[in-house]
């Protein structure tokens, strides 16, 4: 104790404790452009998904909105196909088959999705076009960010958010659009008339828009996304990945005319461009990390510089650790993506939509809902007959208008007092309400099981049979 009090004054107090950031300062990143091969396959993908996107909203069919998710009526109309609450379980095998597919992709060829398809890829990626039109490439965007703020810098950043801004809400216009029939949406915005959650989700999706690809970009897919969090469950050592081979590139370095040293040295010349075209701001050179999401920028910018150097294209490049490692030619790497993880996710995810697809295919187009009058379960009619009466839902689900017939059976002379036809327009729900009778000694007291059948006149294979309880008194 004594001894430590006479330590001097400064190694008391490096003795004291400190403290330890956490978090680490966002280094802003400027991403530069870079043309290649996956590049132009990213445009495509960005176009395409845009034009699904947008485009989408404009198609019609049979007079109607082509694709249209109609809350108020909570019908979804896919083109010719209308589904309701009741067809939950088509949403559901969508999303499983959805998950599947994206589990099988990143088996096979690593986070591919985030890379070209993300929509966070997708409208960063649009951002980053109208940012480099306003202000320049790389080199004149951290300039100009440097600057102190003048009317120069005011104008430029005014009008790149200025776009930004009207994209956003394009963006936020355009989904609600899926939700409310657009025409009808135009003409509420037009005349001033729109409801609080059609301004709340235009605004909100809009903006969320505007903050993740205009300011949050990869911070997004490095601490927001769960995908990159979990891909390592899904990745193995013959996933296809963005590698750089270190037996090619180190000892990397500077190559100078006339140096005796450069048969020693490596291919790569250390210029940093994979860095600096980087979108998270990684160097790739350090092996896989969890911040990659597979958009290839990296193998664009290095091949012209192999080009250059006169080494072969390739020091980065789609490979997997085992290639890396046993040195694998194209063909044995092809050969080694038929792994049981493949063959196991291929094979639900077969299963899944040839089963999807056979209930869709042999979907009958009418549901049919039963429901007792529960102020009376049973009466007596003047000539001594019981009646029960129900109220029977029958939704048309098809997009033409069907007459069907009501017929019940289960119980001797059982039959329906009156109307035994009902006319349903299409995509509408109507009710019908049948009252039911028979004599006092057809069943055993209380409830008897009987069958409503609906049958459409003009197609007997449109038809529905539900149970339901007759109940004697």
Known sequence: MKAAMKQPAEKQEDMKPQGVSFYEKRKKIFP??????????????VIL?????????????????????????????????VFWPQDVIYLSALLIVSAYGLFLVTAIAGRLF?????????????????????????????????????????????????????????????LVGYFTPVKELIENIRTNNLGSWEIFWIFFYGGFTYLMAGFMREQVCKHMCPYARFQSVMFDADTMIIT?????????????????????????????????????????????????????????????????IGAPRGLIRYSTENALAHHMT???????????????????????TILTSWFLAHRIPLKVDIIRDRSTLAREADDGQIENVFTLQIMNTEERAHRYKVSVDGLPGLDIAGEHEV?????TLQSFMAVV???PDAGNKGANPIHFEIVAEENSDIKVREKASFMLP
């Open 244 to 308: 750089y081979d270190p037996e090619r590139g180190e000892p990397r370095g500077i190559r100078k005319k006339g140096d005796a040293n450069v048969a020693q040295q490596g291919d790569c010349i250390d210029c940093g461009l994979c860095v600096q075209v980087c979108p998270t701001g990684i160097d790739i050179r350090k092996g896989l990390q969890y911040e990659c999401i597979g958009c290839a920028a990296c193998i664009d910018v290095c091949d012209p510089v192999m080009d250059k």
């Open 423 to 427: 006319e349903v327009p299409a995509a």
């Open 114 to 174: 985030c890379g070209y398809a993300c929509p966070q890829t997708v409208y960063t990626q649009i951002f980053m076009w109208i940012e480099n039109k306003v202000e320049g490439e790389r080199n004149a965007r951290i300039k100009l960010d440097k600057e102190p703020m003048s009317a120069r810098k005011f104008r430029i950043r005014a009008t790149k958010h200025g776009l930004w801004l009207l994209f956003s809400l394009w963006t936020g216009f355009t």
């Open 32 to 45: 530069k452009g870079v043309r290649g091969y996956f590049d132009n396959w990213r445009i495509a993908l």
């Open 437 to 439: 009778h028979t004599q």
């Open 330 to 352: 194209r063909q044995e790497i092809f050969k080694h993506i038929i792994r049981p993880r493949i063959l196991l996710y291929m094979a639900i995810l077969l299963f899944i």
């Open 49 to 81: 998904t845009q034009v699904i996107f947008f485009g989408g909203l404009w198609l019609e069919w049979n007079g109607r909105q082509a694709l249209l998710l109609h809350l108020v009526e909570r019908k979804f109309y896919i083109f010719g196909t």
